[in-house]
């Protein structure tokens, strides 16, 4: 598993982490459409490509670990249109269309949690389709997945994240059986398992 240097973030000034441009006009972000190998065929709104049925589109998921191997969680923001209030892992998001999705990952952890990874590795792709019943959206994504280490106190960004915390394996489980979850976490994490096993070591427990 190579592992790279995550580059420095750097915040476009004419957009902000929400997606808010300086006038206070909501932004029209587009998502990168792809096809079942992961190819991509064209661009669509954010929004509509997740109203049902839902469009196929590119997204990164990260999981970050501290120096003890504990990882750390995000509680995305209660005025989220999506999925608010709910755990998740460190940090998801969509590239913009040509955007690698290793700068797009590193950009993001850092905008939302105000850190860049120390270490970020590839850790392969998975497809899903998970309809949020609370918001009648569907997550329709060809998801790649980056494991890494982050060795800065997370600052988040209260529009985008509630809290953070930082767990082990046995405190996760507990976590996961009494309080609601993204409903593509367990998803992401199981793909990403073997890169986190390679990560945090044998006696990880990941």
């Not at 954010?46 to 501290?66: E, M």
Request: aromatic share 8%.
């Amino acid at each position: 598993m190579p592992i790279t240097p995550a580059p420095a973030a750097q915040i476009s000034p004419e957009t902000a982490s929400n997606g808010v441009q300086p006038s206070g006009v909501p932004a029209s972000i587009m998502l990168e459409l792809v096809d079942e190998e992961g190819r991509t065929i064209g661009t669509a709104e954010k929004l509509a490509a997740h109203r049902a049925p839902g469009q196929l589109h590119r997204a990164f998921s990260v999981f970050l670990f501290d120096e003890s191997g504990r990882l750390l969680l995000q509680r995305r923001a209660l005025g989220k249109y999506h999925s608010p209030g709910v755990w998740s892992n460190t940090c998801c998001g969509h590239p913009y269309p040509g955007e690698a999705p290793f700068a797009a990952a590193a950009r993001r952890t850092f905008e939302e949690l105000g850190v860049s990874p120390s270490l970020l590795a590839e850790a392969g792709t998975v497809r899903y389709n998970h309809p949020d019943p609370a918001s009648g959206l569907v997550e329709q994504e060809y998801n790649h997945l980056f494991v890494g280490l982050v060795q800065a106190a997370p600052r988040p960004d209260p529009e985008e994240i509630e809290s953070t915390d930082f767990v082990t394996p046995e405190e996760l489980a507990e976590r996961h059986a009494a309080l609601p979850f993204s409903a593509w976490f367990m998803t992401v994490l199981d793909a990403a398992r073997p890169a986190i096993r390679e990560l945090t070591g044998p006696s990880g427990g990941w």
